[in-house]
């Protein structure tokens, strides 16, 4: 009506050829429908007649405008009151007609549709399947007699990375996979690997004797040197400390070190530090009973993955830069059997080994010399990992990974071959639990076997490499299977602090040999706690360690050990079945079964909870120890070396970093608590910020190529906490070595480290801001 009224009084006024538009309806699409009406002054041309509108179209004829007024006819005021009548009449149908189509809107078609019932959607807010069920139906899934069949399909005497026979056990894992319908796909790299001269050996001359080893180390200068034997122990950095203490020159000399204790790559990088010309490993009869000939496999890239494409893939179109892995080494290294190892030990001279060390050996003087030749070969091979898929059914695109190593140096039956057993009884197990009993897990499951892993676990390396930037948005755990098996008398575990939570629900759960026995009770019970008595620190040497250290993807890695010592024929040509049967009691199968409950009770409660149950408060514990750790040596160094540090470089940020962590670990703990886990968009939200905790403590300051393993709390480098109390002890020394002014960059950056974690795991912004206040 008011537009109406308007559009009269521009009439009225004068106004020509006026244009309104009258919105009656809104349709479904949002689109107006509209009446659009043209409104003239010039009424003649309207009613076709002379009236009012014939002085408008002559200017020349215009009489003034009292004289119109005066002049005007009864006939002309007739028109202009029956238009006035007109237009209010249209005006009002007008208002009347928007009016009743808001009133009737809803029953045209369309509406209707918008009040029926909406389409059920999976939102995740409650669980398919109740827990308890779902951990029943994978136990009836697993079984011993399951495993026979399997192992003894997968066993093979060759399958060395690249190698027909590793091709062939990496087509049958793939059918496996496709036969339990599961999407499958293949990671084809080629990478760089040193193998043994093909024409040619490498030899030593030792007192006139000619020795030619056939095992080899991997990554090892090639060449030859001369010098004079020194015995190293196990060659661990405590041992050069005690060699440096009795004065001893370390410097162009041939190292004799025991296996064990540490990997091949940490005895050679340690050696080359002291400024050794080579190094000499071999396997001690007490530590090793695998007889005097037995022949060690290996090598000593300190690091991971492909050591000519550092923090690249080695796919075949990737454009790699002229750069190596600093953890290449400069000097030659080779392994040799007990027999030549201990040969060379009774000859040697010099002064008595150390007390703490034991036996009546000499450290070896000037006097007896040596000659190493190292002529290993640098080739291509092109390698494969395959992957299989048990997609997840609210959050598809989050998931845990297991996978296990598939090559081997010879038979490798405990260090592959059970693994890759399990890992494909695993994804026959829980396909058939989805496909045909109704399990329908929330987030996905991927399996996948890696070739290259006994050169430095290259394959599964490469492809965290080739797609780093969305695995570590993804991926929120690895389940490494690899050496699951090698006794039966004891169990380790090493893994990420996250999931100490999970590892202990599972040794709870999962039952031992003796079936009324759970894995916590034998293992983990006792005076002391369980992580005392069966967590250990995840080695570099570990598949499972580049997940973590490189990638910040929270991983765990576990076995059956023979009790205190370890699997003695890893890295040897004897690991066979029938040795592994020995060292078992013939219990492999039913081993492998528990080695598959305790993988499945992880994994599954991954996919199938609401939550991430990842314990964010271990993190904050080890923190705060390391915070106090550097607060004690950088208080010795004040006092003992007060010159060589700034006077305001203050422990009070850090421990300012330190707490902030600390809140905002027991906020998001808090948050979980009080959100409503029928919000599945919510709960997606809480586990994106507990899944970016182990990638926000990789230190973004650090080259990968130059220390490729970030982590500031599990990596290894001079940018982690560790190594800041090692830096302080060496300023307290008054080290040559030590730099203050490199401490002091690190110390800065761990500190921003720590402190951006803590702000990532607050969430948004302003939540840290009101945590702060």
Partial sequence: MDQARSTISKIFNGEPHSYTRFNLTQNMEGDNSQVEMKLSSDMDEEVGGNGV?????????????????????????????????????????????????????????????????????????????????????????????KFESVLSEFTSADHRAGSPGDKALANKVITKFKTYGMDTWNDEHFVKVQDPPASGYNKFVFKGTEQRPTGFLSYSATGKVNGTVLYAYYGQESDFILLR????????????????????????????????????????????????????????????????????????????????????????????????????????????????????????????????????????????????????????????????????????????????????????????????????????????????????????????EGYLTSLNMKAFSYINLDGVVGGRNGFKVAASPLMHSLIEGALKKVSTLNKAVSLFTQFGSGRDSWESNVYEDLKMDNAAYPFLAFSGIPSVSFRFTPGNSEYPFFGTMLDTPDRLKSLTSGDVTRLAEIASQFTGHIALRLVHHHVLGMNLTRYNDMIRTHVFRINKRLKDVRRMQPQLLPKDLTMQWFISAMGTYGRAAHQLAEDVTNSNLDDIEMCRIINDRIMAVERNFLSPYVSPRESPFRHILLGSGPHTLKALSSHLDALKADDPVADADLFCNQFALATWTVQSCANSLAGDIWSLALMET
């Fill in 245 to 464: 203490d009795k004065n001893i020159n370390l410097t162009g000399r041939v190292l004799l070190v025991r296996a064990g204790k540490i990997s091949f790559a940490e005895k050679v990088a340690n050696a080359a530090k002291m400024n050794a010309a080579a190094v000499l490993i071999y396997p001690e009869p007490t530590d090793y009973p695998i007889g005097d000939t037995t022949e060690l496999f290996g090598h000593v890239h300190m690091g991971s993955g492909d050591p000519y494409t550092p923090g690249f893939p080695s796919f075949n179109h990737t454009q790699y830069p002229p750069v190596k892995s600093s953890g290449l080494p400069k000097i030659l290294a080779q392994t040799i059997t007990a027999a030549m190892g201990t040969s060379i030990l009774r000859q040697l001279g010099g002064q008595n080994v150390p007390q703490t060390w034991g036996g009546i050996n000499r450290l070896g003087d000037e006097s007896d010399l040596i000659t190493l030749e190292v002529n290993n070969v640098l080739v291509e091979k092109e390698i494969h990992n395959v992957f299989g898929v048990i997609k997840g059914f609210v959050d598809a695109d989050r998931y845990v990974v297991i996978g296990a190593q598939r090559d081997a140096w010879g038979p490798g039956f405990a260090s592959s071959t059970v693994g890759t057993s399990i890992l494909v009884e695993l994804a026959r197990s829980i396909s058939d639990m989805v496909k045909n009993d109704g399990f329908k897990p929330r987030r996905s499951i991927v399996f996948a076997s890696w070739s290259a892993g006994e050169y430095g676990s290259v394959g599964a390396t490469e492809w965290l």
């Fill in 53 to 145: 509108g014939d002085h408008l179209n002559h200017n020349s004829n215009r009489k003034p405008y009292v004289a119109q007024k005066l002049g005007r006819t009864p006939k002309n005021l007739c028109f202009m009151a029956a238009a006035t009548l007109l237009i209010f009449i249209i005006g009002y149908l007008i208002g009347f007609l928007v009016h009743r189509k808001k009133e009737v809107a809803p029953t045209c078609a369309t509406s209707v549709s918008a009040f029926q019932e909406p389409p059920v959607h999976e939102t995740g807010a409650a669980p398919l399947m109740d827990w308890d069920d779902v951990k029943k139906l994978f136990a009836d899934k697993i079984s011993p007699s």
